[in-house]
């Protein structure tokens, strides 16, 4: 026993190191969790043109032109309604039709308006939605149903880049401290808040990577899948599942020439690290009905990953995810959510445009009344078993 007992030591030194946590004893991991599971990618060389072997299409939405949506920051589907932020600091709310259910555009200098709008998340339980500004240091509330105002609460005890809400809690992602050089309670990753009002949780202390600034191909790192809440740390390649009460490590990605910690703090500038062979920068981790989408970075390209479950199998990794438009399939894009076990996509209209040039006999006219101009449209796909 006690060179079993030895030996699980080592292994679990050896888990945190390889992780990369210099926190790792700091994370609490639930005791009944699943085990670490292990997905291996492999880049193909070649397009995946047989996207319909995988993937059939639900349905799609055509989101009306009655309003200009600028570049898309964060796109959420719930309750039957899909939610847009964009860089212009403006939250569209349209039905599954597409028809605009409301627009919140309050930016402006005034007492009852918000400045730069960085994320924002839903509480669907209690019809919230929930908006952090940067200027103002506050989080404001909406009616998720009438994009109404209902209230706003002080965010001065912290300057987070991207949040989340899960059961009624909020997480706050921080990826460095700059703006608390000097507070020790600050200098973590991820910080859990029951209320919004106060820091009730930390996680992920501070490292090195921390120092590392890096914005190109960085993406938003929570994941909501169906009765989940993913979360992936910069420059990280495992999956973390959170609750209020925990951090618990669900996969480990190993990516083919993973960033080595060393690399990446010691390769200036940016834009020669993004020439280098190695892989990085892990996002988008989406599973519906046992099959998990991932992407990655590479030599300044995005990376598709798709990993059956259930079958413990790798379909395809690589950045050439290139349909041939069938009835079951008329396109599809790189994966930005889970909606109802359903994987979905927001794909723009000049997608649309040449996949109807591929093939304009499966497609419909809502379709191919679309220009460049027009809104992006939300495609659904479930798995083919």
Known sequence: MK??????????LMSCHNGRQSSCENVPVEKDSVQLRVIPVSISDTAYRNVDQTFEQISYVVLSDNVVIGEIVRT?????????????????????????EYVIDEHGPGPNEYGNVLDFALNPPLKMLW?????????????????????SISATYMAPERMAIWNGSFFFFMGDHY???????????????????????????????????????????????NDKLYFIKDYETVVYQLTSESVTPVYKVELPDSLPLDVLMEVTPSLKLMQTRYSWLLSNAYEADGFLNLWFQKQGSCYAVYYDLLKDKLIYAGKQVNNHPVKDLLFISQIHGVYKDMFFSVVPSF??????????????????NLTEESNPIIGFYRVKR
């Not at 445009?353 to 191919?368: G, T």
């Open 179 to 225: 703006n608390y050089p000097d507070n020790p309670e600050m200098h973590y990753s991820l910080f859990c808040s029951l209320s919004g009002t106060k820091i009730d949780k930390s996680f992920f202390p501070h490292d090195r990577t921390s120092e590392f600034r890096f914005s190109y191909g960085k993406e938003h790192p929570f994941y909501y899948n």
């Open 351 to 368: 997608v649309i445009q040449y996949k109807i040039s591929e093939n304009p006999d499966v497609f419909p006219d809502d379709l191919k």
């Open 76 to 100: 959420l589907v719930s309750d039957e309604r899909i939610f847009i932020l964009d860089n212009q600091n403006k939250l569209f709310c349209f039905d599954m039709q597409g028809k605009v």
């Open 3 to 12: 060179y079993i007992t030895i030996i699980l030591l080592f292994l679990c």
């Open 131 to 151: 908006m952090y500004d940067s200027t103002r240091r506050k989080l404001h509330c909406y009616d998720m149903y009438t994009g109404k105002r209902r209230q």
